[in-house]
């Protein structure tokens, strides 16, 4: 008989790298298929049930809490800077109403933001338009440009003429709460057949984070970053946001889909 398999979504990005690689190389991953996307493909495959629980947008957990579980104590959150959440910008940000923001066509979660931070914090009125261009070509005819991910990390190194905003620190000055980008969640019906596996995986998952938030400078040293922005960027990233989620990081959260749901991003 076919042994059972347990999918698992896998964000490629360095924010998730500390617990995949821990998960990977200290527990028995047999059960495991790990799936890689980017967040916006693993929003789309959790949502049709094509996986069983994902590190996932936030705004994919609030505009579909019918479907998900919420898996506790886990997340990629922020109280500030997040690091990999930028808009790069030609003007000041507050004198950007009127023209257009582009944003990644990988992300959910930080394009609801920066609509929200324009219209909510700063009273404006932009055009959006998602894109895939490089940012040396966009940049020429275009305002700005949000990135996300290992992108934003390495461009944030490139352009040292241009804005570049954290979005993770903007919302914290302006509401004082941590930022929530992704949430770990699970499909409730796929979950609910293999509870079995799923008890297992949380059990594996917050062994993980525990183990990895220790081991940050032996897992800067295993990253396939660590050429590109150095064993000691790596960890002073990942030292700036919170792989947890507590009763702040909901309030942060609930703030969030109270502002989108006002602008109709859910």
């Not at 000041?92 to 009127?98: A, H, Q, S």
């Not at 183990?211 to 030292?239: F, G, H, N, Q, R």
């Amino acid at each position: 008989m076919k042994k059972q398999k347990f999918g698992i979504g896998k964000i490629p990005y360095a924010n998730l790298f500390p617990v995949f690689y821990t998960l990977e190389k200290e527990c028995d991953c047999s059960t495991y298929e790990f799936i890689k996307g980017a967040p916006s493909d693993l929003n789309k495959k959790i949502r049709e049930g094509l996986i069983d629980v994902s590190p996932s947008s936030s705004i994919e957990y609030l505009r579909h809490r019918d479907k998900y579980e919420l898996i506790e104590n886990h997340s990629i959150s922020s109280s500030g800077p997040v690091g990999s959440i930028l808009l790069f910008s030609k003007k000041p940000i507050e004198t950007l109403g009127g023209l257009t923001v582009l944003t990644s066509s990988q992300s959910e979660t930080s394009v609801a933001l920066i609509r929200i931070i324009m219209k909510k914090f700063y009273e404006l009125e932009c055009y959006f338009q998602s894109s895939e261009k490089l940012l040396k070509d966009a940049i020429r005819s275009d305002a700005a440009y949000l990135l996300i991910g290992d992108e934003a990390l390495r461009e944030a190194l490139k352009w040292p003429g241009l804005y570049i905003y954290d979005l993770g620190d903007v919302w914290y000055k302006h509401t004082g709460l941590p930022f929530t980008f992704a949430l770990w969640i699970a499909h409730k019906a796929r979950c609910a057949e293999k509870s079995e596996l799923y008890r297992q995986f949380i059990d594996d998952l917050s062994r993980a984070k525990t183990s990895a938030v220790k081991s940050l400078d032996v897992i800067a040293a295993a990253s396939p970053l660590k050429d590109t922005l150095s064993e000691e960027y790596l960890v002073s990233y990942w030292k700036g946001m919170s792989f947890d989620f507590n009763d702040e990081h909901r309030k942060g959260l609930e703030l969030f889909g109270v502002y989108a749901k006002e602008l109709g991003l859910i």
